[in-house]
């Protein structure tokens, strides 16, 4: 930005340059700082958009459709990928609910801001009378889950006990110490409290593949746990969800008015048309930098 001004003052480039690289600069700061507000974990992840008419029939889910294409622009501009997982369509016009995947980077740490209530107010175009009508459309958003989670085992917290094994398998069953006590103390993902998993193995005769066994059976506990981890922290974005009607909405659009306002951070425009078009970058870095 400096190097700019320099050039400018030797009439290198103009002023109008001078003030594109000037834009330039400010919006990489921006969205510098944008990311900083994304620290949680699942910040990262790809996302899951559902969109759900409230009720008023036709006028409601014309809204619901409305949205559902605000948010397509949007991933459009950011080059996320939109796979449509469920699309139930309205009974005249617009949808009842969609569903879609928005895959790519930090897709929900920027979405996320888009949970709740959305409240249009217009003129209807399926009102006879011409009259200002008031629609609702809910917004959930939760975290993408791969299938892959990585299962770190920290061998450090790993210990070992052998036995023998008991029952069926003749007398080598009795002698030979094939039954193996797996221990392994970790940082449960739910309570984060100290835990202990036992795992006990006597699958076969066999001491060393008894502990492999051991071993993917602890992987499979603790992929479970990961993924209740995550189970928990969808369900708790649910139920803050709220019901839709008056007072619930965090943003309302009012068309007529030629007006979009959040009501949580009091970001507002004049510019329907581009919000509608999915240029809703500045709802969401206010939310960011406020929450």
Same mark, same amino acid.
């Given at each position: 930005?400096?190097?700019s001004y320099d050039f400018f003052r ?39 958009? $559902? ?10 889910? &014309?809204?619901?459709? /409305?949205?559902? =294409? ?8 950011? *080059?996320? $990928?939109?796979?449509i997982a469920n699309l139930q369509e ?11 995947? #928005? ?13 709740? +209530?959305?409240?249009?107010?217009? +003129?209807?175009?399926?009102?006879? /009378? ?10 959930? #958003? ?14 450090? *917290? ?12 003749? /007398? *080598? ?11 392994? $103390?970790?940082? *449960?993902?739910?309570?984060? /409290?100290?835990?202990?998993? #036992?795992?006990?193995?006597?699958e076969t005769r066999d001491q060393p ?11 499979? @506990? ?9 189970? @928990? ?9 709220? $019901?839709?009607?008056?007072?619930? @909405?965090? =943003?309302?659009? +009012?068309?007529?008015? =030629? ?15 581009? +919000?509608?078009?999915? &240029? ?12």
């Amino acid at each position: 930005m400096s190097l700019s001004y320099d050039f400018f003052r030797d009439e290198v480039v103009t002023e109008e340059e001078v003030d594109k690289a000037y834009a330039n600069a400010l919006t990489a700061v921006e969205d510098l700082e944008m990311r900083n507000m994304l620290s949680h974990e699942e910040d990262p992840m790809s996302a899951v958009l $559902k969109i759900v008419a409230g009720a008023g029939g036709t006028e409601a889910q &014309d809204w619901a459709e /409305q949205l559902m =294409r605000m948010y397509q622009r949007y991933c459009e501009k950011h *080059n996320y $990928k939109v796979t449509i997982a469920n699309l139930q369509e309205g009974d005249e016009a617009g949808i009842k609910t969609v569903t879609f995947n #928005v895959e790519g980077d930090f897709a929900y740490g920027y979405l996320k801001s888009e949970n709740g +209530v959305h409240r249009l107010v217009r +003129v209807s175009p399926y009102n006879a /009378q011409g009259k200002r009508m008031t629609s609702f459309a809910s917004v959930f #958003v939760v975290p993408l889950i791969d299938d892959t989670i990585e299962v770190v085992v920290n061998p450090a *917290n790993l210990s070992w006990d052998t036995f023998r094994s008991s029952g069926a398998g003749g /007398q *080598n069953v009795n002698k030979v110490e094939s039954g193996v006590r797996l221990h392994y $103390k970790f940082i *449960n993902p739910l309570t984060e /409290q100290p835990d202990e998993i #036992v795992i006990e193995n006597t699958e076969t005769r066999d001491q060393p593949k008894n502990r492999e066994n051991a071993l993917r059976h602890l992987r499979s @506990q603790l992929y479970e746990l990961e993924l209740e981890k995550r189970r @928990q922290a969808a369900a708790k974005v649910e139920a803050g969800k709220k $019901k839709i009607e008056w007072g619930s @909405q965090i =943003r309302s659009y +009012v068309f007529d008015d =030629r007006r979009v306002k959040d009501h949580r951070t009091n970001f507002q425009t004049s510019n329907v048309n581009a +919000v509608m078009d999915g &240029d809703i970058d500045g709802f969401i870095k206010a939310y960011l930098m406020e929450f």
